[in-house]
């Protein structure tokens, strides 16, 4: 019989131990994930796009519907979005996208979705674009991913009127978009 009590509290205190060890990888990972989660680089030390307070360098090019897209013919804030047709986050952030792009003051006109496709796939992406924003589709290291300094998708811009300055940006639409920045 003392030898089951002492077995019994022996692993009484081995489960509290794994407990109290399991409390704190938990605590570790939420910090983890918020530390990620504001993080703007690509995962290799890279920034993903312009940093806040950058300012882009003038460019031209045409958007899907003829329209002349260029960074001097921006008077108000315009909300960026640039995605790629084989990019599985690209697609999965798409609805909250399109939500943004609806809710942005100005409309259309002030919102533009660059399409990197090399492959002739930007179609669907395209089709869900058109009727809430400007769409422009290029290859990787076209007139607007060389401008904002493109290196990882999705990602996501707040590009001020009057001088192309970047108000805001990163890898997820949270760090860009609010109406109270605008």
Known sequence: MPYVVTLVTLLSVLC???LALTVGVIR??????????TRSDDGHGRQAILPEGAVAPPYDTVATDGS?????LITQPVLVG??????????????DFLAAAERF?????QVLA??????????PLRAELEPVARVVVEDMGGPVTSALEVQAFPVFAL???GGGRIMASGLRLTQVF???RV
């Open 68 to 72: 002349t897209v260029s960074r001097d």
């Open 114 to 123: 660059v399409i990197v496709d090399q492959k002739g796939e930007a179609g």
């Open 159 to 161: 590009v001020g009127g």
């Open 105 to 109: 003051p100005g409309g259309p006109e």
């Open 28 to 37: 570790r990972l939420r910090k983890h994930s918020e530390a990620l989660a």
């Open 82 to 95: 640039v995605f790629s047709p084989g990019c599985d986050a690209c697609h999965k952030a798409m609805p």
């Open 16 to 18: 509290l131990l794994n």
């Open 178 to 180: 609010s109406l109270t």
